[in-house]
C-alpha cells in the first residue's frame, strides 16, 4: 500500500512539475513583501571559510539593526 502511494506520488510531480515551479518561484518573489517597508528590509550573511569547513550563516539582524542605520565610518 505505501508503495502504491509513492508511486501515485511521483507520478503526479512528474506530471505537475511546471505547476511546483510556478508556485515555487512566485513565492520566492513576493518574499517578504507584506511588509509596507519590504524595500528597506535587509539580510545579513556570514561566510566562513576555514582549513575543509565552508559555512554560510545567518547573522541575527536584531542585535545589528543599530550598525546599518549608523554611517559606516562610525563602525568601520
Do not use: C
Amino acid at each position: 500500500m505505501l508503495r502504491h502511494f509513492l508511486t501515485i506520488a511521483v507520478r503526479n510531480i512528474l506530471k505537475y512539475f511546471n505547476y511546483f515551479i510556478l508556485i515555487y518561484v512566485t513565492d520566492e518573489l513576493k518574499y517578504d513583501r507584506f511588509h509596507e517597508n519590504y524595500s528597506q528590509i535587509y539580510r545579513m550573511n556570514r561566510l566562513y571559510d576555514s582549513n575543509d569547513i565552508h559555512e554560510d550563516a545567518i547573522f541575527d539582524i536584531l542585535l545589528y539593526g543599530g550598525l546599518l542605520t549608523a554611517p559606516f565610518w562610525v563602525w568601520s
